[in-house]
């Protein structure tokens, strides 16, 4: 794989199934959305700098029980597992480059709208879905997500 500083090349990215990585990372963002608003202050929890990189900070909540626990939360049950999960998602965060960062914050969690991104950005569609396939595969790849597709997808 390239250095973190580069984009997956065209041959490499269309060896994953980008829609299921895409979906998996969505998934896991929710995931650790539920995760910041069961132990603590969502606000405080997870800091971006002007640089984009992704900084965790402790909480001093505890989980609460809920009805709302799906197959994912069970694995990430006590609050020591939510902690490590989030710790987990800045790591992959973080390693992105500086663009794949911007775009996938934008994208997942802005939920910022493609044109908007491609007129902020002044990028074509197709060079904002390369970034953003780039941001998607290597996310998924450092996490391991990818040993999750099959299984849940």
Do not use: H, W
Not at 9 to 27: G, L, M, S
Not at 51 to 58: H, S, V
Not at 62 to 82: C, H, P, Q, V
Not at 99 to 119: G, N, Q
Request: aromatic share 14%; glycine share 4%; hydrophobic share 35%.
């Amino acid at each position: 794989m390239n250095s973190e500083n580069e984009f997956l090349n065209k041959y490499i990215a269309d060896q994953f199934d980008y829609t299921k990585y895409r979906k998996i990372v969505e998934i896991f963002i929710n995931l650790i959305e539920t995760l910041l608003m069961t132990i603590g202050d969502y606000e405080n929890s997870i800091r971006i700098t002007p640089k984009y990189e992704m900084d965790y900070t402790g909480f001093q909540g505890k989980l609460t029980s809920s009805k709302i626990e799906s197959f994912l939360i069970k694995d990430y049950n006590t609050e020591l597992k939510a902690r490590a999960c989030i710790k987990k998602f800045t790591y992959g965060f973080n390693k992105l480059n500086i663009f794949e960062k911007e775009i996938f914050y934008k994208t997942f969690i802005s939920k910022e709208k493609d044109s908007v991104l491609k007129e902020e950005y002044k990028m074509c569609n197709n060079e904002l879905n390369k970034i953003r396939k780039s941001a998607v595969i290597k996310f998924a790849l450092y996490l391991g997500l990818d040993k999750l597709v099959n299984k849940i997808l």
